[in-house]
């Protein structure tokens, strides 16, 4: 989906002022300095370039572009993994000579290294992010590719950009995400614990992280329990379930009109006429109390760096505290609040239960009962990861909120 306003790109090429109309997913502004780059360049000069900050427009053949993409993906895992080495070797043997023989005090001081150790894994993420955005593709109008073995892209970029009648430039990132998720659209995402499959567009979170379903399954209906809300619905998962529970009104809300769109479509495929979207900011308007309201905000307070990342990241909690604030004023007596969150901020130490429990009972809610799950995704089982220690520790919770 383009954005209001047009931004536009221009390069030299053959001694020839060239320009096109600048797409950027995450919203990076057009590049200042490009570089024509083909089949032989190395991956070495390629890596060089773009470290200094300089573009890369690609002109050889499209595969080739992809295993360019891998091989600079490699040099930044190889720099990366060389910087962690050497910051974990510094920070033990600083632990080591602050705390000799104090068993206490040395568990202390690697706590206080995970906050740290989260953001420089983020720092490093955008950092990567940057390079590999800097190898950039030309499109004709229409999306079409001259390059060689290039594949038919129209209907994979005009699902995640919209229509264009007018040459563009891009990362090949970014043309990367909108063929894969064209794949997701097509094939669905199987949802564990459910016979039905979610399908998502470009820029929406696919869930592919499960464990909270069987939650939404297991926990108690309340009593007379007709309308429910799903707040921040996403690919429309939670209200699916809800409305497969028999909720005779399910409204579902979304700012996002990605979001939107995909629930629509979501719900249009398994013939849910019990579902209603709406595009509003948290609770819908016009609409009767609710029996209960579910919640599965972004589970990490951190600032999001693109619009992908607003389904992870939450600045400040920012979202999960207004969601508190206004959800007693939408119940309907005796109604409920589910509110699925991770406990990972609590280990990455940027929130804490108590502050979290504080914000329950601000916003006039008690917890009635919670159910837990552990992950079983592939990061919480690496024990290369330096972040392993939270990751293994954390819990995903129901909680089950009521007025108090």
């Known amino acids: 989906m383009l954005a209001t306003e047009k931004q536009y790109v221009h390069w030299q090429q053959n001694q020839n002022s060239r320009s096109a109309c600048w797409l950027s997913e995450s919203n990076q502004l057009p590049p200042a300095r490009i570089v024509l780059v083909d089949d032989k360049t190395t991956a070495d000069q390629a890596y060089r370039l773009a470290c200094e900050g300089t573009s890369l427009l690609w002109n050889g053949d499209f595969h080739n572009a992809r295993q360019l993409l891998q091989a600079l993906t490699r040099r930044i895992e190889r720099t990366n993994k060389r910087s962690e080495q050497r910051k974990t070797s510094k920070a033990k043997a600083a632990t080591a000579a602050d705390n000799a023989d104090d068993t206490t005090n040395q568990s202390l001081a690697t706590a206080k290294q995970i906050p740290n150790l989260f953001h420089q894994q983020r720092q490093a993420q955008a950092q990567r992010s940057r390079i590999l955005s800097r190898l950039l593709l030309e499109l004709a109008p229409g999306y079409s590719s001259q390059l060689r073995r290039a594949p038919d892209?129209?209907?994979?970029c005009t699902a995640a950009f919209g229509e264009l009648d007018e040459p563009c430039l891009l990362s090949f990132r970014d043309l990367q995400g909108a063929l894969g998720?064209?794949?997701?659209?097509?094939?669905?995402?199987?949802?564990?614990?459910?016979?039905?499959?979610?399908?998502?567009?470009?820029?929406?979170?696919?869930?592919?992280?499960?464990?909270?379903?069987?939650?939404?399954?297991?926990?108690?209906?309340?009593?007379?329990?007709?309308?429910?809300?799903?707040?921040?619905?996403?690919?429309?998962?939670?209200?699916?379930?809800?409305?497969?529970?028999?909720?005779?009104?399910?409204?579902?809300?979304?700012?996002?009109?990605?979001?939107?769109?995909?629930?629509?479509?979501?719900?249009?495929?398994?013939?849910?006429?019990?579902?209603?979207?709406?595009?509003?900011?948290?609770?819908?308007?016009?609409?009767?109390?609710?029996?209960?309201?579910?919640?599965?905000?972004?589970?990490?307070?951190?600032?999001?760096?693109?619009?992908?990342?607003?389904?992870?990241?939450?600045?400040?909690?920012?979202?999960?505290?207004?969601?508190?604030?206004?959800?007693?004023?939408?119940?309907?007596?005796?109604?409920?609040?589910?509110?699925i969150l991770s406990d990972l901020a609590e280990h990455l130490q940027l929130r804490t239960r108590d502050e979290l429990l504080g914000w329950f009972a601000a916003a006039g809610l008690a917890v009635k009962y919670r159910l837990d799950t552990r992950p079983k995704h592939g990061r919480s089982q690496d024990d290369t990861d330096p972040l392993f220690a939270a990751r293994s520790s954390e819990v995903t919770s129901l909680w089950c909120l009521q007025p108090a």
């Open 181 to 339: 998720a064209a794949q997701w659209r097509a094939k669905g995402v199987p949802i564990k614990g459910l016979d039905l499959s979610i399908f998502p567009h470009y820029g929406v979170f696919a869930p592919t992280r499960h464990e909270y379903v069987q939650l939404l399954l297991d926990a108690p209906l309340p009593a007379s329990c007709n309308v429910a809300f799903d707040i921040g619905s996403g690919t429309g998962l939670l209200a699916i379930i809800l409305a497969q529970r028999g909720l005779k009104q399910v409204i579902a809300t979304d700012l996002n009109p990605r979001a939107m769109a995909c629930a629509s479509e979501n719900f249009t495929r398994l013939g849910l006429s019990n579902v209603q979207l709406q595009q509003a900011d948290l609770f819908p308007t016009a609409a009767p109390l609710a029996n209960l309201i579910v919640c599965n905000p972004p589970w990490l307070p951190a600032k999001p760096s693109s619009p992908l990342e607003y389904a992870v990241y939450d600045a400040n909690s920012a979202m999960l505290r207004g969601f508190l604030q206004g959800a007693k004023q939408h119940l309907a007596a005796q109604g409920e609040v589910w509110l």
């Open 153 to 156: 892209l129209t209907a994979a």
